[in-house]
């Protein structure tokens, strides 16, 4: 089992930064995959970004390549989003969340509110 915990959402203009943070406990093997997604009302969730536990190779969604960095502190067992150039229709909420095998998600965190205004 695996329990995810997300924070550092807020309110933040335009233009402006947020790191999210997603914090881990139970035990994260080395073959899992990390990965942050972001929904609001009305619509499906949305993959933003992943990274592999062991080499920490990244993808992201094209909307955020070059606004959005993923890392994770191994030590820390600490997942982050660094969120720049935020724009209004970013604002969602994101959940990290954990693959463990195969292709599905099956760990999710409570969820952070962040809002960018314009």
């Known amino acids: 089992q695996v329990q995810l915990v997300e924070s550092g959402g807020g309110l933040v203009q335009a233009g402006g930064s947020l790191r999210l943070s997603c914090a881990a406990s139970?035990?994260?093997?080395?073959?899992?995959?990390m990965g942050w997604f972001r929904q609001t009302p009305g619509k499906e969730r949305e993959f933003v970004a992943q990274?592999?536990?062991?080499?920490?190779?990244?993808y992201y969604t094209d909307s955020v390549k070059g606004r959005f960095t993923i890392s994770r502190d191994s030590v820390k067992n600490t997942v982050y989003l660094q969120m720049n150039n935020l724009k209004p229709e970013d604002t969602a909420v994101y959940y990290c969340?954990?693959?463990?095998?195969?292709?599905?998600?099956?760990?999710w965190g409570q969820g952070t509110q962040v809002t960018v205004s314009s």
């Open positions: 969340a954990v693959r463990s095998s195969g292709l599905v998600y099956d760990y």
């Open positions: 990274i592999t536990w062991n080499i920490g190779r990244t």
């Open positions: 139970g035990r994260i093997e080395t073959t899992y995959t």
